[in-house]
């Protein structure tokens, strides 16, 4: 899943995940309010294993998603993992993403396919 407000990004993200051929399907939302709705509303089979999530975006921002987030069924949630994908990781943003233990970890866009596959591979999700 990936939750970015940058339409751009979000074609970028999906073209290289596809070409990277780690995935079955990419769920794409610009708003994280929207994929918290579809996370309500799925049975947790239907949940994706790995939400690349932006920080900076309108309405909900990726720490209030995270806050929601916490809220759904832990069942699901242990299926799961998140990773915040942001342009600007400002230090103060970096410690919050890390202190929260929802997040495995954080990457500078663009997405880097070595650090990414690693990740996955190290996480069991591939």
Same mark, same amino acid.
């Given at each position: 899943?990936?939750?970015?407000?940058? &339409? @751009?990004?979000?074609?970028?993200?999906?073209? $290289?995940?596809?070409?990277?051929?780690?995935?079955?399907?990419?769920?794409? %939302?610009? $708003?994280?309010? =929207?994929? @918290?709705? $579809? /996370?309500?509303?799925?049975?947790?089979?239907?949940?994706?294993?790995?939400?690349?999530?932006?920080?900076?975006?309108?309405?909900?921002?990726?720490?209030?998603?995270? =806050?929601? %987030?916490?809220?759904?069924?832990?069942?699901? &949630?242990?299926?799961?993992? @998140?990773?915040?994908?942001?342009?600007?990781?400002?230090?103060? =943003? &970096?410690? !919050?993403?890390?202190?929260?233990?929802?997040?495995?970890?954080? $990457?500078?866009?663009?997405?880097? &396919?070595?650090? /990414?596959?690693?990740? /996955?591979?190290?996480? !069991?999700? @591939?």
């Amino acid at each position: 899943m990936l939750i970015d407000d940058n &339409r @751009i990004d979000l074609f970028i993200h999906n073209a $290289f995940i596809k070409q990277m051929n780690i995935a079955h399907a990419v769920l794409e %939302y610009s $708003f994280a309010k =929207d994929a @918290i709705t $579809f /996370l309500q509303n799925s049975e947790s089979s239907n949940w994706p294993e790995l939400i690349l999530l932006d920080i900076h975006m309108p309405i909900m921002n990726g720490f209030d998603f995270l =806050d929601e %987030y916490l809220v759904l069924p832990e069942n699901s &949630r242990n299926k799961c993992k @998140i990773v915040i994908v942001s342009s600007s990781l400002d230090t103060g =943003d &970096r410690q !919050k993403a890390k202190s929260n233990p929802l997040v495995i970890d954080l $990457f500078e866009k663009p997405l880097n &396919r070595e650090k /990414l596959l690693e990740l /996955l591979k190290q996480q !069991k999700v @591939i």
